[in-house]
């Protein structure tokens, strides 16, 4: 059954969230250094307090199930609660992390709940769930990007250790993790999916080097530096049991965060958008230029309609994929839809900051307005989680491995070929009333 509309209970939930994000959370990201600076006295008086309005409302960490204390609402109430959240930011993003759910520990939760061993779970879950620590996905490779079948970064047994040496680039929010969570070689020799293992690494543990903290151009990321640091691996000693998973079960482990983080990301982009579109539309009635106002022009009008059209449609897109997630329950069987999702929300994303930009003028080019740092991060979403290429051959792989070949010299889909296969088909009626096909 298809149904467009949200049940009762759930909206007015969703109708407190937009309300408080509003009045109470989206002020809060102008007056702190960081919504990961635990260190920030300023933040750690706001920022808890709102986190605890928000448990009392049962909206924290709704990304959960139930078995580790979540409401288990399922993605598409989920995509619906990002959408608001979404229009914090772009950069550090405050509004997921009053909700319990910004990435990326709502990936690394998942994977630990899925993997961990009870030690790891009692060590690392908890306070990851509660917001009192935060971790990092360390991956990508200098020298290989986000392709696994290149990385260099390995761990080797060493009696009862581990020893794990490399370099990862870009890892997500090492700034202010308290754990790593790292993908390392282990079998160089076997098949690409079984080289790679993931491994826990205490951010302080000896040997991990931060070589710097990178920034995101046009994002506001706090003193000291960006949230996507490039660390070293020098002989980092690890006990037997760091490792999160089976040996060889890396990739694995690292796709099973990947799918429903996409739907997450994508709505809350439609949140960015929703904003830059408020704030065009505004402009446009707001501005005067050769006697009348913007909005009267053509061309202004036409940017408008593109953006709300885009914006619709990708929307649609996410909570129809989002439900398909919800109704089979298998990530697999919708990872076309999942990898469409993410190549859409990028190139909407990009396309309508762009529009916002020019409707502002050089207003809209400064650092005075948020749409420079959306289109930025109209990139990143094109670049994180695999780029938007490879899930492009991902879909067209897809779609033509359905296809079937055609049987004879011609399309399927020949007009002649038709023509005539109709008039076999209806000949008796045809000659019955004098007709015939040519």
């Known amino acids: 059954m298809w149904d467009f509309e949200t049940e009762p209970g759930y909206q007015e939930k969703l109708d407190w969230a937009d309300r408080f994000m509003r009045e109470h959370v989206e002020p809060v990201q102008y007056v702190i250094n960081h919504p990961l600076d635990l260190a920030d006295p300023v933040r750690q008086e706001l920022v808890p307090p709102l986190q605890e309005e928000v448990r009392r409302n049962g909206l924290w960490a709704c990304h959960l199930g139930p078995e580790l204390g979540g409401p288990g609402y399922g993605q598409v109430k989920l995509g619906l609660l990002n959408e608001i959240l979404g229009r914090t930011g772009p950069g550090p993003t405050i509004g997921p992390v009053v909700f319990g759910c910004a990435a990326p520990d709502t990936g690394n939760t998942e994977i630990l709940a899925h993997y961990g061993t009870p030690e790891q779970k009692e060590r ?67 098949q690409a999916s079984r ?51 089976e040996r060889g079960s890396g990739f694995k482990v690292a796709q099973t965060r990947l799918a429903g983080g996409r739907i997450h990301h994508a709505m809350r982009s439609v949140g960015h958008m929703r904003m830059a579109l408020e704030a065009m539309c505004e402009r446009a009635v707001s501005r005067v230029t050769d006697g009348e106002r913007l909005g009267r022009k053509q061309l202004v009008q ?137």
Not at 143 to 164: I, Y
Not at 354 to 382: C, I, R
């Open 195 to 245: 080289r790679m293992s993931m491994f826990l690494v205490p951010a302080g543990t000896p040997g991990v080097e931060f070589v710097r903290h990178v920034g995101v151009a046009g994002w506001v990321e706090g003193e000291g530096g960006g949230d996507h640091s490039y660390i070293r691996y020098r002989e980092v000693r690890l006990p037997r049991d760091a490792l999160l998973g």
């Open 124 to 190: 690392y879950l908890g306070p990851l769930l509660d917001g009192t620590m935060f971790s990092a996905f360390s991956m990508t490779e200098p020298q290989g990007g986000s392709d696994p079948k290149v990385f260099t970064t390995t761990a080797r047994l060493d009696g009862d250790e581990w020893v794990l040496d490399g370099e990862k680039w870009f890892s997500s929010n090492a700034r202010w993790a308290s754990v790593l969570f790292v993908l390392a070689v282990t079998d160089p020799d076997a």
């Open 302 to 438: 036409d940017m408008v309609a593109e953006a709300w059209m885009e914006i619709e449609q990708l929307r649609l897109f996410v909570l129809h994929t989002a439900w398909k997630i919800d109704k089979y329950d298998d990530h697999r069987r919708v990872r076309r839809d999942i990898s469409a999702v993410k190549v859409m929300a990028s190139r909407v994303l990009t396309d309508v900051a762009t529009k916002a930009v020019q409707l502002h003028g050089a207003l809209g080019l400064s650092d005075e307005m948020p749409f420079v740092a959306m289109l930025v991060n109209g990139l990143h979403v094109g670049l994180a989680d695999g780029p938007s290429e490879i899930h492009r051959l991902l879909i067209g792989r897809e779609l033509l491995a359905e296809a079937e070949p055609a049987e004879g010299l011609f399309p399927s889909g020949h007009l002649p070929a038709r023509r005539a296969l109709a008039a076999e088909r209806y000949a008796a009626t045809l000659a019955a009333h004098g007709r015939s096909i040519a």
